[in-house]
């Protein structure tokens, strides 16, 4: 069974920080790289960051130097630090493995960037 449950999100003025943490099944997290992804409204979910399994990691430019993923193997948990947040940056934050191997998702966390 797959689960995938975020937390961490929250409202934040411009400029601040949020640590988002995903807690995923064993049987999926120990064998699989993965990623942060976030939806805005009224746009497509897009790709924010991944990791490998041996803790490699990958921004797309517009969080590059700003985010950083992480990973705890022994608590199947992907974390996600984000600082110097933006407007552009509210969404809801969803995990899941890199590549996407089925059409789950957790509920996510709504991060809300404003002053």
């Known amino acids: 069974q797959v689960q995938l449950v975020e937390s961490g999100g929250g409202l934040v003025q411009p400029g601040g920080s949020l640590r988002l943490s995903c807690a995923a099944s064993?049987?999926?997290?120990?064998?699989?790289?993965m990623g942060w992804y976030r939806q805005a409204p009224g746009k497509q979910r897009e790709l924010v960051a991944t990791?490998?399994?041996?803790?490699?990691?990958y921004y797309v430019d517009s969080v590059k130097g700003r985010f950083t993923i992480s990973r705890d193997n022994a608590k199947n948990t992907v974390f996600l630090q984000m600082n110097s947040l933006k407007p552009e940056d509210t969404a809801v934050y969803y995990c899941?493995?890199?590549?996407?191997?089925?059409?789950?998702w957790g509920q996510g966390t709504q991060v809300t960037v404003s002053s």
């Open positions: 064993r049987s999926i997290f120990s064998r699989n790289d």
């Open positions: 990791i490998t399994t041996t803790g490699s990691a």
């Open positions: 899941n493995t890199y590549p996407l191997l089925w059409g789950s």
